[in-house]
């Protein structure tokens, strides 16, 4: 049995989920004050890439389940589901949470239901905000209307939105303790296709589910910095932190997903998410249980520093004058997204040291020029590297991944890399005549 469901945020989480609830059998109205970006949903365009997503968008408008508007009361009349999945960014100077666009769509929303309703959190958000907001819309509703407000926090990974949400590894869905009202009952009918296949679904309290997407950051985060901390210690001592993640990853304790050593990572997500995850904590009095968590941010950031030496030193001590060559400006592969990119990041620093630094991504080349537009593009690969002094690979494509070494040979100027993805098989490089460094390795 199908429900009627409003979105309320088309970037990317609510473009996601908005077109996978229309996929799933419902009927979705995303909810956008943007209207340019309403324009290019409403003629089946996404606005940024993610592979799979334009299909599942454009069938399920042509089928009529999908369809956008910028009206508030229209989303009200027409939806009892409604799902909040604008964004939460850093606060500019802090590392707190903004969440000025989640608390405006309850302020909005509340007064115009006129039913009873559920209003379900996908947003990332420090913990006890799902309690706030429920108090306040109810506060704001129409007397004798009764609103609950629920979490159900997302677990997406930019390049495979559609898979996780359309076959997600669990559901968690946070209900106040105090008042339950139909929250549990209403996500299970919005979620029926997904629990008839066994998708583990757990119920908690409110705090608890606003939780588990801050520790599930967290510990993401630790994961990516701890490889890259024995990455530093691997450099120094003369080791290979490939074949030691390879070793350590054996240990079914430990896992060798995410034990990729690097330049770090980046995004909309993690940086700002392990940062307001911090600041809360601090506001709760917890602040000592995560102070690990500024480190695993210092290893992050100081990785980008060391490509830019490592680029130095491989260039006889000055970028100045020197053409470098970057491949990948996105801050993972099969996205467009250049948020807190250390790709970027590291072409921006290595220009301002004297670089003419030329960049190619094969999907992030607007996001980047709007974000760098100092910076020089490229419409390829062996492009970018033409009279390249050095060539640094930055975002692990599949491509940059499939290069042919001694086709690019024949563009630079000087046959030297640094693979600041460990993505690239250092041998075959070596046997080609380059000069071939990795992060952590030998």
Known sequence: MSCRIAVFGTGYLGATHAACMAELGHEVLGVDVDASKLAKLESGEVPFYEPGLEEVLKQNIEDGRLRFTASYEEAAAFADVHFIGVGTPQ?????????????????TLAPLLDRASVIFGK??????????????ARQLAPAGVEIDVAWNPEFLREGYAVRDTLHPDRLVLGVDRDRPGRAEEVARKVY?????????FLVTDLATAELVKAAANAFLATKISFINAMAEVCETAGADVSVLADAIGYDARIGRRFLNAGIGFGGGCLPKDIRAFMARAGEIGADEALTFLREVDNINMRRRTRMVEL???????SLLGTSVAVLGAAFKPDSDDVRDSPALSIAGQIQLQGASVNVYDPKAMDNSRAVFPTLNYATSA????????????????????????????????????????????AQ???DAGWTFRALGRV
């Not at 029926?192 to 583990?200: E, F, G």
Request: glycine share 6%; hydrophobic share 45%.
């Open 192 to 200: 029926a296709r997904l629990l008839s296949v066994n998708t583990p």
């Open 382 to 425: 062996i492009e970018a590297c033409v009279n390249a002094d050095l060539v640094l690979v930055l975002t692990e494509w599949k491509e940059f991944v499939a290069l042919d070494p001694q086709a690019l040979r024949t563009a630079v100027r000087r046959p030297s890399i640094i693979d600041g993805r460990n993505c690239l098989e």
């Open 91 to 107: 606060k500019r100077g802090e590392y707190a949470a903004d969440l000025t666009y989640v608390d405006a769509v309850v302020e």
């Open 311 to 317: 680029a130095r030193e491989a260039v006889g001590g």
């Open 428 to 430: 075959t490089w070596r």
């Open 123 to 136: 947003s990332t958000v420090p913990v006890g905000t799902a309690e706030r907001l429920g108090h306040r």
